[in-house]
């Protein structure tokens, strides 16, 4: 798999728009997982997606390679986010996202349980900082080293590695 990857990598760079179509499908869950983290509602992820896709298409000829090409398109996911999540603090407008307010409606017996440990875990993660929340995704969630993060979110590996100890000490019901 890493070298068809590494042929569309190549071909994308190259201006080859249908492999770095390839490239985003191959890529998208995890990035989507760093979005979510930031911007917590469906209709924001899908809108910090649809711009930070634009943005590496755009930029695609820039790319110089220094950084895996996943990494790139995490940092862009990742700046997006953030942009996206501050423009939506200066509005004051807050979404509501209809189909998690009313999820587990109908649901019987286990799956009302899997449901409430969902919204439990969902309402734990959204007390944390965003950028605890996004840090605690990238290393836990998503299998990155602390190195790898912090290239990602442009911050120190001591700030990614305080970021996701005070995460974790939130999650366990201690103060950061």
Same mark, same amino acid.
């Given at each position: 798999?890493?070298?068809?990857?590494?042929? /569309?990598?190549? @071909? =994308?760079?190259?201006? *080859?728009?249908?492999?770095? %179509?390839? +490239?985003?499908?191959? &890529?998208?869950? *995890? +990035?989507?997982?760093? $979005?979510?983290?930031?911007?917590? !509602?469906?209709?924001? !992820? *899908?809108?910090?997606?649809?711009?930070?896709? @634009?943005?590496? &298409?755009? $930029?695609?000829?820039? &790319?110089? %390679?220094? =950084?895996? &090409?996943?990494?790139? +398109?995490?940092?862009?996911?990742?700046?997006? $986010?953030?942009?996206?999540?501050?423009?939506?603090?200066?509005?004051?407008?807050?979404?509501?996202?209809?189909? #998690?307010?009313?999820?587990?409606?109908?649901?019987?017996?286990?799956?009302?349980?899997?449901?409430?440990?969902?919204?439990?875990?969902?309402?734990?993660?959204?007390? /944390? *900082?965003? #950028?605890?929340?996004? =840090? /605690?995704?990238?290393? !836990?969630? +998503?299998?990155?080293?602390? #190195? @790898?993060?912090?290239?990602? /979110?442009? @911050?120190?590996? %001591?700030?990614?590695?305080?970021?996701?100890?005070? =995460?974790?000490?939130?999650?366990?019901? %201690?103060?950061?």
């Amino acid at each position: 798999m890493a070298i068809a990857v590494e042929k /569309l990598e190549r @071909e =994308a760079r190259a201006g *080859d728009a249908q492999a770095f %179509g390839a +490239l985003i499908r191959h &890529f998208d869950q *995890d +990035l989507r997982g760093v $979005a979510w983290a930031v911007v917590r !509602t469906a209709h924001g !992820t *899908d809108d910090v997606m649809q711009a930070a896709y @634009e943005k590496a &298409f755009r $930029a695609i000829g820039s &790319f110089d %390679g220094r =950084a895996a &090409f996943k990494t790139w +398109l995490h940092t862009i996911v990742h700046r997006t $986010a953030i942009d996206h999540l501050r423009y939506e603090n200066r509005r004051r407008h807050e979404e509501i996202d209809e189909a #998690d307010r009313h999820r587990g409606a109908g649901a019987t017996g286990g799956e009302q349980a899997g449901v409430h440990d969902r919204m439990e875990l969902t309402a734990l993660l959204d007390e /944390l *900082d965003p #950028d605890q929340r996004v =840090a /605690l995704m990238l290393t !836990t969630g +998503l299998g990155y080293s602390y #190195d @790898e993060a912090a290239e990602i /979110l442009g @911050e120190a590996r %001591g700030t990614v590695a305080s970021r996701v100890n005070r =995460a974790r000490k939130r999650l366990r019901g %201690g103060r950061p």
